[in-house]
């Protein structure tokens, strides 16, 4: 044990010089309930009232009748039985997953090339890539988005016009929302924009830890760039790895702003990734009960994805304290 | 600071926190009431000028009340008026589209006003469809505030052009725009009708015209009609003329249809009276345009005949949860009397409230309200809002025209959607 244990020990002993052994005892133990108390409450107060809250919304019928008299009528796993039985709601599910997988690959390949890049570029090209980037993470993301929509707008947008100027057929008066398949192509350009820069800078910072004569170690016995990437760098960047990957993997599943404001908060229903329908079904639709259960749905499906993050991240911590 | 000084101090800030909160009594005793009424109206409903005459006449009989009009937006209203009623200060009054009242009413979030009735003047001449729209189990609701109907805008200097004359029917709809298109068409951004995809209560007309529904009643079952031979017979019209003559976002609502009218590319465009003003405003339209502009109602497949259009219109509602119900509806009443509709009429160019102050527009607004006199309305059930939130109308019609669905297939989805939320 390291120094979290010394500190312990020194802390109980200073305290109760006077104090009988079982008092000891007792307050040796009770010492670091106490001092992550203050974290539990307001964990327990933002997060876990909420969520109490939520899955308990979900097994009533809750309309705006209910609402205004906030009371609810216990209806036990019925909204469940509905969504789950809803053709829409599957297809939401697919959609997202789809979309997820897409994305999460997406973000996390080309946030790597970038990160290996500004592990070579000069230390001037360096700071100016990594100040674009930074720029691009400090843009709020209701005016990204908005201006993502003007440049692909039907009637007025630079992206048609581009397109068309430079030959790549009439795209005058284009509509990329009209085909689903293009309509989330867009969606997940603005997406992965909005990611690269967080998990290229993380990642390039996880780089510059691997020990350079181990990757010299490696040329010289032949390696060649790939095989020095995939036997020597990735290993040692691969917890980072996993912990960007669940992290990309919860923010793509419940993206909701791009497509909200995009879509001029009316998208239709082929747009339904499973955030926006849940607001819909509560916000626009005043059924808060079966919007609360699509909402657990996805709780439930990114508890999944988490596990693999806080296993990781529990490996890390004991690793650095061995 | 002695005590009794203390003492005093503590008293004052009490009485102060207290007029503060709202808690005199408001009832009868003119002039002396203090606090805030909150007021919601919405974007584009009452001009600037009627709203300053109305808060300047109320404070004239009430100077310690303030009077706060918030400005909301028709794209998220229902959203914000479900987490106001949800909250325990609601604003004391709000503006609601006709379609929404009965959502409101039926949650009991609405004050009963009925015994009340006949204190608001013209109550008693009120508009029929607006007076319908404010009654729930035979209760009233809320005060009808204006009504609105939709016609078709058009550039008369682009008709001349194209020597052509406001038709008559559907068909001649058609042969029209048909030339216009023949002979602008090659501007590509250039529509003949404009008419974005979303744009249900433009649709609606044809569906109606050709005896089609939305739903149909039978007992308290709803059954939704949409997908009826007859309302796909106007569906199919709706999709020819689209086709033919629109080159307006498939996808897209009709929220930036003036602006793009003003731009000058679009010779007919469907839209409610008061969209002529933000065609010609200054700062977001085009002024120049405003003496070639005409307008005629949507005609209707047998020639010479108007089709039915759906009879828009806001109500004013006072909050069950308001503390201040005196002085709501002395303000409700103000906007909703007759000094007040008038200008609504003459400056707002607006559907008044009562049928005695119809006589009072000219023009263009005269036209469209004209057009009302064939008007039908949506469902009356609290449900519907969910429909009109849900998009049902406004998915369908968007399939139908970019192609994805048959008009039987895409109708009929909706209608069982309807079906579905309307029995709720």
């Avoid at chain 1, 791009?258 to 079904?281: C, G, M, T």
């Avoid at chain 2, 023009?363 to 006199?373: E, V, Y």
């Amino acid at each position: 044990m390291g120094v979290a244990g010394d500190a312990r020990g020194r802390a109980s002993s200073g305290l109760h010089l006077e104090a009988g052994p079982w008092r000891q005892a007792l307050a040796r133990r009770a010492l670091p309930y106490a001092l992550i108390a203050p974290a539990l409450i307001v964990i327990v107060a933002v997060l876990g009232y909420p969520l109490v809250n939520l899955v308990w919304i979900s097994t009533q019928k809750y309309g705006f009748r209910e609402l205004i008299q906030h009371q609810g009528v216990f209806i036990g796993l019925q909204n469940f039985a509905t969504i789950l039985t809803d053709p829409q709601f599957l297809y939401v599910i697919r959609t997202s997953l789809i979309f997820t997988a897409v994305n999460v690959g997406l973000s996390m390949f080309l946030a790597t090339l970038i990160a290996l890049l500004l592990e070579r570029v000069s230390r001037p090209v360096r700071i100016l890539l990594s100040a674009g980037l930074v720029f691009v993470w400090a843009t709020p993301v209701i005016p990204a988005v908005n201006l993502w929509q003007w440049m692909f707008d039907y009637e007025f947008g630079v992206v048609n016009w581009l397109l068309t100027r430079f030959g790549a057929g009439d795209y005058i008066h284009h509509n990329w929302f009209e085909n689903p398949v293009q309509g989330f192509a867009v969606i997940t350009i603005i997406v992965v924009w909005g990611a690269i820069p967080f998990l290229a800078l993380t990642l390039y910072a996880g780089l510059t830890q691997v020990p350079r004569e181990l990757v010299e170690a490696a040329e010289i016995d032949g390696a060649r760039p790939w095989q020095v990437f995939r036997n020597v760098t990735l290993p040692i960047v691969r917890p980072l790895f996993i912990i960007l990957f669940s992290l990309s993997t919860i923010w793509d599943f419940g993206v909701f702003n791009q497509v909200w404001v995009l879509l001029n908060q009316r998208p239709n229903k082929d747009y339904f990734l499973i955030a926006v329908y849940s607001f819909q079904e509560s916000f626009r639709v005043s059924k808060y009960g079966l919007g609360a259960a699509s909402a657990v749905v996805m709780v439930a499906i990114l508890a999944v994805v988490s596990i693999f993050y806080i296993r990781e991240t529990i490996r890390l911590t004991n690793e650095e304290l061995r | 600071m002695n005590s009794r000084k203390l003492l005093f101090t503590v008293a004052t800030a009490f009485a102060l926190l207290a007029a503060a909160c709202g808690g005199t009594p408001s009832t009868n005793n003119t002039g002396n009431e203090t606090g805030t009424l909150t007021v919601w109206l919405m974007n584009g409903s009452a001009p600037q000028s009627v709203i300053d005459g109305v808060n300047a006449d109320f404070k004239a009989k009430h100077p310690n009340v303030t009077v706060n009009v918030e400005i909301q937006q028709w794209s998220d209203v229902t959203t914000k008026l479900d987490t106001a009623f949800a909250g325990s200060t609601p604003p004391d009054v709000m503006e609601l589209g006709n379609t929404l009242v009965a959502k409101y009413a039926a949650a009991g979030a609405l004050q009963d006003i009925s015994s009340k009735k006949s204190s608001f003047q013209n109550s008693g001449t009120w508009l029929q469809s607006l007076t319908d729209s404010c009654t729930y189990q035979q209760k009233l609701y809320c005060v009808p505030y204006y009504a609105g109907s939709r016609a078709i805008i058009y550039r008369t200097d682009l008709f001349a052009g194209a020597g052509v004359q406001v038709p008559t029917s559907m068909d001649d709809l058609m042969t029209v725009g048909q030339k216009l298109m023949a002979k602008y068409g090659s501007d590509s951004r250039f529509s003949a009708l404009y008419f974005p995809g979303k744009y249900w209560y433009a649709a609606a007309p044809f569906v109606w015209d050709f005896g089609g529904d939305i739903a149909t009643q039978s007992g308290s079952k709803w059954q939704g009609a949409i997908n009826s031979a007859q309302s796909q017979q106007g569906l199919t019209e709706v999709k020819n003329l689209v086709s033919a003559l629109s080159r307006a976002d498939k996808t897209g609502d009709e929220a930036k249809q003036d602006q793009t009218f003003a731009q000058g590319h679009v010779a007919m465009m469907i839209a409610n009276g008061w969209e002529v003003g933000v065609i010609t405003d200054p700062k977001s339209g085009d002024p120049s345009l405003l003496p070639k502009l005409g307008a005629f109602p949507i005609p209707s497949h047998n020639p010479g005949q108007t089709a039915p259009v759906f009879l828009g219109g806001s109500d004013l509602g006072i909050s069950a949860k308001s503390q201040h119900q005196a002085l709501a509806q002395e303000w409700v009443g103000l906007l909703g009397g007759d000094k007040f509709q008038t200008q609504m009429v003459t400056v707002g160019g607006v559907i008044p409230n009562s049928t005695t102050l119809t006589s009072k527009s000219s023009g263009l607004p005269a036209i469209f309200a004209a057009a009302a006199k064939t008007s039908r309305f949506t469902p009356n059930s609290p449900n519907w809002a969910s429909v009109e939130s849900a998009n049902v109308l406004q998915d369908m019609l968007v399939s139908i025209f970019t192609g994805k669905s048959t008009i039987p297939a895409a109708s009929s989805t909706a209608a069982d959607k309807i079906t579905q939320i309307l029995n709720g």
